[in-house]
Structures are given as structure tokens and as C-alpha cells.
């Protein structure tokens, strides 16, 4: 199947600094990212559409000003936690979608760990 | 409103006995279902794929069904193994993706 990378696999920051996580596409083109962040025992939710080449669109109660992404390639989209604080501690994970003949799907990024003290 | 709703919670079952997850959903417009294995840790990888027409699809151990009728889909873990513990999700497409809770699996030797 295909594959999608994320990386760092785990960071842990201190509070007041910014995060790049990146998620590639590895052997696809996808046009369309999404990124999601997922809680201990809760499912993932959502955080923002990212699309090659233009703005991404962000969910209700996602401050886009705090969470940057940048989607400049059909393989690359980045998240960035700017001035990340403790309650930005989660699980981040990213999805590409790739289009079929017969269906379409997402494939997840195997997530990134972000610890913020 | 769009909801996604898994039984059980959670569940423990012993190594090699079979299990069945369950999942209602009530989204519109439905474009396909979706079950996911994800590993404490990982990003959920995809077990099933299934649009409207279809009623069942099988991976391996794997069998999900589809009632579109009742807006109802199982999934099936036959002679279950320790590594088939996980957090089984279940996802609805209709434009958007609709995630359920999820179920924790935790198969015991």
C-alpha cells in the first residue's frame, strides 16, 4: 500500500517554541493533506485541510494563526505549532489522499509525539 | 447531525477466539465505510474499504459487512492473535471524514 512519512517521530520542546512536522507522501502525489490531532483514548479530530498550492482550510476552533501549514509540494505538507504550549501536547498525524479509479482513500502518516514543558 | 458510534468500548478476548466489533452511523450523504486498525502510537492503516453497493469485504482475518439499509457495519476478527490488539475505527466518508470513538482490543494469551 502506500506510504506516508511524518517526521520527527516524537519531539519534545520547551514552552514559548515552535514545531515543523512534516508529513511526505512517498511513492504518490496527493494533492490533498489533512492534518489531525488525536488525545489519549480519544479519536482523531480533525484539524485542517491542506491543499497543494493554496490555503489551507481550517477546522472550527483551529486557530491558523497557531497551527501554520504549508502544503508547497504534491509530496510535502508541513504543520507548525508556533509558540507551542503545554496544551498543544498531543499525538499529531497527517493523512494523504490519493485518488482512485474505482475509490478513493487516505493513507496516515505514522504520527509525531509532541511534548511541550 | 453527523455522528459515528463504535460498540463496545472496549473489549478483552482470548487468544484464537473470534470477535465482532460493531458501528452505526447516521451520515449523509455516504460515500463509503471504512475500518482502521490503529496501534498504540501509529497512525491508523486501513483494514476495509467499502462503498454503498457492497455488503461485505474480507482481509485476511478481517471480514467487515455493510447494511446501508440500517446504516450498520461489523467487522470480524477471526482466531484472533496478541498482535490483533489495537484500537479498531471505524470511519464514515461523506465528504468529510466521520470518525468513531473507536473500540479497545485487547486480545490475552
Known amino acids: 500500500g502506500a506510504v506516508v512519512s511524518q517526521h520527527p517521530s516524537r519531539v519534545i520542546c520547551k514552552s514559548g517554541t515552535s514545531v515543523k512536522i512534516e508529513c511526505r507522501s512517498l511513492?504518490?502525489?496527493?494533492?490533498?493533506m489533512f492534518w489531525y490531532r488525536q488525545f489519549p483514548k480519544q479519536s482523531l479530530m480533525l484539524m485542517a485541510t491542506?491543499?497543494?498550492?493554496?490555503?489551507?482550510?481550517?477546522e472550527q476552533g483551529v486557530e491558523k494563526d497557531k497551527f501554520l501549514i504549508n502544503h508547497a509540494s504534491l509530496t510535502l505538507s508541513t504543520l507548525t505549532v508556533t509558540s507551542a504550549h503545554p496544551e498543544d501536547s498531543s499525538f499529531y498525524i497527517c493523512?494523504?489522499?490519493?485518488?482512485?479509479?474505482?475509490?478513493?482513500?487516505?493513507?496516515f502518516g505514522p504520527g509525531t509525539r509532541l511534548l511541550v514543558l | 447531525k453527523n455522528q459515528v458510534e463504535q460498540s463496545p468500548q472496549s473489549l478483552i478476548i482470548l487468544e484464537g477466539k473470534n470477535c465482532t466489533l460493531q458501528?452505526?452511523?447516521?451520515?449523509?450523504?455516504?460515500?463509503?465505510l471504512r475500518w482502521y486498525k490503529q496501534d498504540t502510537g501509529r497512525g491508523p492503516v486501513s483494514l476495509t474499504i467499502?462503498?454503498?453497493?457492497?455488503n461485505t469485504k474480507s482481509n485476511g482475518r478481517y471480514t467487515a459487512t455493510l447494511d446501508a439499509d440500517t446504516k450498520q457495519s461489523s467487522l470480524h476478527i477471526t482466531a484472533s492473535q496478541l498482535s490483533d490488539s489495537a484500537s479498531y475505527i471505524c470511519?464514515?466518508?461523506?465528504?468529510?471524514?466521520?470518525f468513531g470513538q473507536g473500540t479497545e482490543l485487547s486480545v490475552k494469551p
Open positions: 493523512s494523504a489522499h490519493r485518488g482512485g479509479m474505482f475509490q478513493e482513500t487516505q493513507y
Open positions: 470511519v464514515v466518508s461523506g465528504g468529510k471524514l466521520i
Open positions: 491542506s491543499n497543494e498550492g493554496s490555503k489551507a482550510t481550517y
Open positions: 467499502m462503498t454503498f453497493s457492497e
Open positions: 458501528c452505526n452511523y447516521t451520515v449523509s450523504p455516504f460515500s463509503n
Open positions: 511513492d504518490f502525489q496527493a494533492t490533498t
